[in-house]
Structure formats: structure tokens, C-alpha cells
Nanobody, 123 residues
Framework: QVQLVESGGGLVQAGGSLRLSCAAS????????MGWYRQAPGKQRELVAV???????NYADSVKGRFTISRDNAKNTVYLQMNRLKPEDTAVYVC?????????????????WGQGTQVTVSS
């Protein structure tokens, strides 16, 4: 159906920056929303940021003003620019996409998740 591949995680010092990318591939008819979630050890998965096909965005309060989500609709790719990183941003970041895929003569809804990429911020 639709696969998501993330890249860009790593280890960075507090105050530094990282840029995550997530590319969708497969029999894509349309992608309505793409977003990033994160899960830290012992905590529930939480929404970080989401962007619609029209460019509307929504951010978790904890990342507002520091993170920026963007997307390239032609490449079916979403980005997360993370600036002024803090140790509490340490987590596995997981990409999410929702839309429709081709299924024969029809299109069907999908919700896909990436495999996750580790972001570690040292103090």
C-alpha cells in the first residue's frame, strides 16, 4: 500500500538542530495529512506536529517556536526542522501519513507509520 521511510535522526547537544525527513511511496492516490509523533521511554506516544495537504499546521505546545513542519507534495515527503533542541526532546520520532491509495479501479483510505528514528539530545 503506502510505505514511509524516515531519516535524519541522531545525537546532538542541547541547543543544536536536526532535520528529519519522511518519504512516502507506493500506490498513492492522495495524502491528506502527514505528521510526526514521538515516544520517549516510559511515556505514551505524543503528537509533535502535523501538516495538511493545504499547508495547515498544528504543533504540540512543547515544540512551538522551535520546530517547523513542512512538506513537498510533489515528492510525498514531510520534514521536521528541529531547532534549540532540549534533552526532553529525546525520543523515537515516528512519521505518520493518512490518505488514499489506488486499489484496482478504486481508492481506499490508508494510515501508515514509519519505523521510527532515534533523536537523542545530550545536556
Amino acid at each position: 500500500q503506502v510505505q514511509l521511510v524516515e531519516s535524519g535522526g541522531g545525537l546532538v547537544q542541547a541547543g543544536g538542530s536536526l532535520r528529519l525527513s519522511c518519504a512516502a511511496s507506493g500506490s498513492i492516490f492522495s495524502i491528506n495529512a502527514m505528521g510526526w509523533y514521538r515516544q520517549a521511554p516510559g511515556k505514551q506516544r505524543e503528537l509533535v506536529a502535523v501538516i495538511t495537504s493545504g499547508g495547515s499546521t498544528n504543533y504540540a505546545d512543547s515544540v512551538k517556536g522551535r520546530f517547523t513542519i513542512s512538506r513537498d507534495n510533489a515528492k510525498n515527503t514531510v520534514y521536521l526542522q528541529m531547532n534549540r533542541l532540549k534533552p526532553e526532546d529525546t525520543a523515537v520520532y515516528v512519521c505518520n501519513a493518512q490518505g488514499e491509495y489506488y486499489s484496482g479501479s478504486y481508492s481506499r483510505r490508508f494510515v501508515s507509520w514509519g519505523q521510527g528514528t532515534q533523536v537523542t539530545v545530550s545536556s
